[in-house]
């Protein structure tokens, strides 16, 4: 809509995960630099946990986008408390057959698969997205799968990414012997006002921007807004981009944030928090 008037290539502020537009700030870059470690080293378990809308699907996706023609992954992303036993989606996730298969031939069956890869010198890594919607259980039966290795090698490494509640999930007592695994962990927190520029004029950058489009003044009151988390950054500056067109305006000013916040709190439904700054994650 906007992207011809302000010279862009394409919307820079698009909350589907993209690994083109990914800013690496320094809680990013370890977190990417911990997760290939992990890959790397052969960790039976990586965690990564952050906030709702922090970068992590979209550090996934990067990881992914890195990894060498060897690795065999799957993906798992439709947790839910509901979920005792993990196998199945397991199964599903690497394309392997699961239906009318005791837990018993299952677990032989998967346990083939690992030993097959490994012979075929490939590595199987799976991913565990919203990991923390899982029940112990569940991550119990994830602990039993890591069991299966052939003498020194881990057949199979996991991932888990997840929102704050996993870790508060992983550090209940009843699954001591399950962070007893964990190699490699790391949580991502929200984006300082210092990086909230840098991540703005990365992502307008990025779509073909090659001037300052927004004031000093306007990504302070973003940065105070959205409190650093990138998925609210987002919305906001999208919808100032939208205004802004609206408005024929050439630049992003303080006072046009300040029109769209104030829009949303009266037309809007989002719940603000006590300070008055929208739920906009």
């Known amino acids: 809509m906007y992207e011809a008037y302000y010279g862009l290539r394409e919307k820079p502020f698009s909350i589907q995960p993209d690994p083109g537009f990914l800013f690496m700030s320094k809680r990013h870059a370890l977190a990417f630099t911990m997760l290939e470690y992990g890959i790397q080293s052969r960790a039976g378990f990586s965690v990564i946990c952050g906030d709702i809308g922090c970068g992590k699907t979209t550090l996934l996706r990067k990881l992914l986008d890195t990894l060498e023609e060897s690795v065999t992954v799957g993906l798992v992303y ?3 408390t509901g979920i005792a036993d993990l196998l199945e989606w397991v199964m599903l996730a ?26 075929a010198r490939r590595r199987v890594v799976l991913i565990v997205d919203e990991a923390q919607n899982l029940c112990a259980s569940a991550l119990e039966s994830l602990r039993m799968l890591s069991n299966i290795n052939a003498d020194k090698d ?49 992502r307008l950058a990025v779509a073909g921007c090659d001037r300052e489009l927004f004031s000093e003044e306007a990504i302070d009151r973003i940065a105070a807004h959205t409190r650093g988390v990138p998925r609210s950054i987002n919305i906001l500056c999208d919808t100032a981009l939208v205004y802004g ?16 916040l104030a829009d949303r709190r009266e037309y809007g439904f989002l719940r603000a928090d006590p300070a008055g700054r929208l739920a906009l994650a």
Do not use: K
């Open 78 to 80: 439709n947790t839910h």
């Open 94 to 119: 690497f394309g392997q057959p699961y239906a009318e298969m005791s837990q018993v031939e299952r677990y032989d069956r998967f346990q083939r698969f690992l030993v097959d890869q490994f012979a």
């Open 154 to 202: 881990q057949l199979l490494q996991i991932v888990l990414v997840g929102q704050p509640q996993l870790r508060e999930l992983l550090n209940q007592p009843a699954l001591h012997q399950f962070t007893q695994r964990i190699a490699v962990e790391f949580f991502i927190s929200p984006l300082s006002p210092e990086e909230v520029a840098l991540y703005v004029r990365h």
């Open 245 to 260: 067109f609206a408005a024929e305006r050439e630049h992003i000013g303080a006072d046009l944030v300040d029109e769209v």
